[in-house]
């Protein structure tokens, strides 16, 4: 998982929320909701805009994907799927409950996780970690390839402080070279952080699952243009893939 803030403030905006949810259940969103973001999602927006965005994605004009506005098949699958997904947080340990607000008045009661968005950020980091994902901190994808399709190849290379010459092919796979390293006698040592000899470098390609043998299916299922490609995670569409040993 690549997060272009440094481990203190990973989440960005949403850890410093308070993550108020317009429910008036843990299984219902408010009478309002899908009115409500409709009319306040993007403020004024050309109705022949908001006509485009209701089309198939494929279909659409290039300016109604591009700009910033609420889309009408968006709304509706947040508040279809806005009570499972409380369920599903819920079943991993998060607690949410009706808790007092900073509005002096309202209209509908809001629903917040317990510790607000910052207890969700963490909570959720601390589970994935749990489950075998590498967090980079202060990385940045820069891009993806594409063939002459459309379709997704491979991401752009990574270099920056924590990687050299490391990449993302589309299931997801951080790939980087490993070094073989022996630890180095006290005497042997000349400075802060000299410990080891370096006595190869092993190929990314070498040490880590290809995509071929991972059986991920997210290079399949993202189309040209799509905000899945950068929205989704890969490690929510693809199942968790191990590392197989150097020698294959």
Known sequence: MLERAPHEKRGGQSRYSEAYLRMKSHSEVSD???EHLAENGSGYVDPDLIAETARPLRERAAYATALSVTEPNFITTFAEEAGPTISWLEGIGLRFGFLPTQFL????SRLLPVGGGLALVEWLAARAESLGVTFFYETTGTGRERDEDGQVM????????????????????????????RVKAPGQSRQSWDYYDVLSTIAGNDVFMSEAESGCKLPRTLAPNSRLEMMASPRRLCARQHERPANG
């Open 154 to 181: 491979r991401a752009l290379p990574i270099n920056d402080a924590t990687m050299h010459g490391g990449s993302i092919p589309p299931n997801g796979r951080v790939l980087q070279d490993v070094l073989l390293v």
């Open 105 to 108: 008045t309202k209209s509908q």
């Open 32 to 34: 309002d909701f899908e």
